[in-house]
C-alpha cells in the first residue's frame, strides 16, 4: 500500500469545541478542557462558542404596545436594537474572559458566538465548523424542572454530529 504524502497533509485538523454561557459550570467545563486536554489541544484548534438569545418580541410587544399609540416611531424595534446591543457586548466580554483564561494558560482559541436557541445553535456550530469533539458543562438542574425542560446537554447527546463530553462540577 502506498502512502502520498499530501493525503496526510489535506486531512483536516480534529477541533475541539466548548459552548460557554454565563455560569460557573461552563467555566469550570472550559478549565477542565484546558488542564485535562492540554497536550491534545496543541495540535487541535479550540474554538469557544456562546449564543445571544434570540429577541422576544411577545413580551416587547404587550409591554409598549401602548406607545405604539402615540408614537410614529418604531419604539419596540429601537428597544430591540438596544436590547441585542446590550446582549451582544456582555457575550463578547464572556468569550474575551475564556480567551484570555486560554491565553494565560498558553493555548490558543477561537471564539465565535451566534444568534438562537442555546441547544440548536450549538448542535450548528458543530456541523458549521467541522468539530471533532464537542465540550459542554453538566448543569444540575432540579428533578422537576428536569422532567419538564431537556438539557442543553441532553440535547445535543441527541443531536451532534460529534462526540460529546459534559464536564459536571464537582
Known sequence: MEVVAGEVESEEKKKVMV??????????????????????????????????????????????????????VSPIQDFVNNIQEKEKKVVL??????KSICTSR???????????????AICNAVDKHNISLLVLAGQSIGRIKGTFQW????????????????????
Open 106 to 120: 498558553g493555548m490558543r482559541a477561537e471564539t465565535v458566538s451566534e444568534v438562537g436557541d442555546r441547544k440548536v
Open 19 to 72: 459552548a460557554i454561557d454565563e455560569t460557573e459550570d461552563s467555566y469550570y467545563a472550559l478549565m477542565w478542557v484546558l488542564d485535562n486536554l492540554h497536550e491534545s489541544l496543541l495540535t487541535c484548534p479550540l474554538l469557544i462558542f456562546m449564543t445571544e438569545p434570540p429577541p422576544n418580541y411577545s413580551v416587547l410587544a404587550s409591554t409598549l404596545s401602548s406607545a405604539r399609540l402615540y408614537s410614529n
Open 151 to 170: 438539557s442543553v446537554s441532553d440535547y445535543c447527546v441527541q443531536h451532534a454530529k460529534c462526540p460529546v463530553l459534559v464536564v459536571k462540577k464537582p
Open 93 to 98: 466580554g464572556l468569550l474575551e474572559k475564556a
